[in-house]
């Protein structure tokens, strides 16, 4: 009896020193933990990445359906993806991980046209660079708006208009570090917005869903970017003869350039929809804008007295499908002369034959568009249309004479000379995303497992605590079960 009341004041003391050993490892977490919350707290800068927006799905079938008889058209790079949803490029703006706070404005726009009488559309309607910001737990999306008053007629402009308020209800946005993803937020329009709408819908209508990607990089320029945002490595110095070359133009001699081209935008939307369930692949070095292809590394000659281009380019693209769909178009070349352009390729229909160098597309290029500026000749966005040779190449899908997307060339005269920015979709680009609800569901949330698998790698949606806490929560809610257990055993239509 002696010797077991002796042995009692031992089990306190095991207690004791097990207690101590869960604060000293709970301390060295927190310790360890300390710098990488610091760093997450600094201020970064959006750069880079898309904003998906059908804006209202019913009003695009109103648009287009046999009442209004109209179109979109898209502007600035804007392109199209999945079933009916609108691609806003190239974020810019900036994000307080400690605050939360975040705003993202993005670049392109969409016209909405119909009900045609004459020359003009009574119903016309222009949305374009959408910003989001979310600060406090409410968001909203912004856009420039031009309108036609439906009745009157009166065309009002009006930047940056409160459009529709997000649901950000549940979303953590604190302690982000890599890209950001906020997917299929809930829309309603506000009062701004319905008289910036020309009165289609009134304000509290549901709009379509609205999802974003953007990356970030660190304002100190300290840290990395993440994504798309991270750029190209800059040239290296030119030396010996290079160096006395350096930025002067070299006669007749083009020394860098680009075409971009998105084909046709019936085209692509017809590739990845629901009858050819098909995709496009890139290679050679040609690059994905989102509603365009670039060709790049384009090398050839200009003559300035003339206004003389021939170009070749650099990459290809391949389209394929179900019946029996694949086309690659390759080796792009320009000419322009006389004020009028074309553009080439090889055309290769998988089997069933292939066109060498065929014109595709004519164009119209004026002596006063191509005059050089900074060592640059460019020009954006011009009107092309189908030849007959294109016409074959497209199998008979399209007829000659028909529009097709426009073409945008610049090519550098000299070596410093800067191509025009390709529109930048940030991280986990794809053709046709399938975007999904975010649904954080607390403070301590660490990863969307909602995302799309289009934005399904591990850095996709890096907003909330981060895992670090995790293992000091698991840490002490093991020490906790120990304890007890050691306690019990003793060890929509418009207008509607």
């Known amino acids: 009896m002696l010797s077991s009341r002796q042995a009692r004041p031992a089990r306190p003391r095991f207690r004791s020193r097990a207690r101590a050993a869960a604060v000293a490892v709970l301390t060295a977490l927190l310790g360890a933990l300390l710098p990488v919350t610091a760093a997450h707290a600094e201020g970064r800068t959006v750069?880079?990445?898309?904003?998906?927006?059908?804006?209202?799905?019913?009003?695009?079938?109103?648009?287009?359906?046999?009442?209004?008889?109209?179109?979109?058209?898209?502007?600035g790079g804007a392109a199209t993806v999945g079933g009916g949803q609108f691609r806003f490029h190239s974020a810019?703006?900036?994000?307080?991980?400690?605050?939360?706070?975040?705003r993202a404005g993005f670049s392109g726009g969409v016209r909405f046209t119909g009900h045609k009488k004459g020359g003009s559309y009574e119903l016309d309607l222009t949305i374009s660079r959408p910003t989001v910001r979310v600060s406090g737990g409410s968001g909203t999306l912004y856009a420039d708006m031009v309108s036609k008053e439906k009745g009157t007629g009166k065309v009002t402009s009006a930047a940056q208009v409160p459009i529709a308020a997000l649901d950000v209800g549940g979303i953590n946005m604190k302690g982000g570090t890599g890209p950001i993803a906020l997917n299929n937020l809930p829309a309603k329009l506000t009062s701004q917005g319905a008289k910036a709408f020309a009165g289609?819908?009134?304000?509290?209508?549901?709009?379509?869903?609205?999802?974003l990607s953007t990356d970030l990089v660190a304002k100190s320029g300290t840290g990395k970017a993440t994504g798309a945002a991270a750029g190209k490595a800059p040239k290296k110095p030119a030396t010996g003869k290079d160096a006395k070359s350096n930025g002067k133009q070299k006669a007749g001699r083009i020394e860098d350039g680009a075409v971009d081209w998105g084909v046709r935008r019936t085209f692509r939307e017809y590739v990845t929809g629901s009858i050819a369930q098909g995709t496009w692949k890139l290679s050679g070095g040609a690059e994905d804008g989102g509603a365009l292809f670039r060709f790049p590394r384009g090398k050839g000659t200009y003559d300035a007295k003339e206004r003389r281009l021939a170009a070749d380019f650099a990459g290809a693209v391949r389209f394929t499908g179900e019946h029996g769909?694949?086309?690659?178009?390759?080796?792009?070349a320009v000419e322009v002369k006389d004020g009028k352009g074309a553009l080439y390729a090889d055309v290769d229909g998988g089997g069933k034959g292939v066109m060498k160098k065929a014109p595709l597309v004519t164009f119209a290029a004026s002596q006063k568009q191509l005059r050089p500026k900074h060592g640059l000749v460019s020009l954006t966005e011009a009107p092309s249309k189908l030849t007959a040779t294109g016409a074959k190449a497209f199998g008979g899908m399209y007829k000659a004479g028909a529009d097709m997307d426009p073409l945008s060339l610049a090519v550098a005269l000299d070596a410093d000379a800067t191509l025009p920015a390709l529109p930048d979709l940030g991280s986990s680009a794809s053709p046709a995303p399938q975007p999904k609800r975010t649904a954080a569901s607390g403070a301590d949330d660490t990863t969307d497992t909602s995302?799309?698998?289009?934005?399904s790698s591990s850095n996709a949606v890096p907003i909330g605590v981060g895992t670090g806490v995790a293992v000091l929560l698991a840490a002490a809610v093991a020490f906790g079960v120990v304890r007890k257990k050691r306690a019990r055993d003793g060890t929509d239509t418009p207008g509607s």
């Not at 810019?92 to 975040?102: A, E, H, L, N, V």
């Not at 769909?325 to 792009?332: A, F, G, I």
């Open 47 to 75: 750069q880079g990445g898309r904003l998906d927006w059908g804006i209202k799905s019913s009003f695009q079938s109103y648009v287009t359906g046999p009442i209004a008889q109209g179109a979109s058209t898209l502007q």
């Open 92 to 102: 810019k703006g900036t994000y307080d991980p400690r605050s939360g706070t975040f």
């Open 451 to 455: 995302a799309s698998a289009a934005d």
């Open 325 to 332: 769909l694949d086309l690659t178009l390759s080796k792009v």
């Open 200 to 211: 289609y819908y009134p304000a509290g209508t549901a709009l379509d869903p609205v999802s």
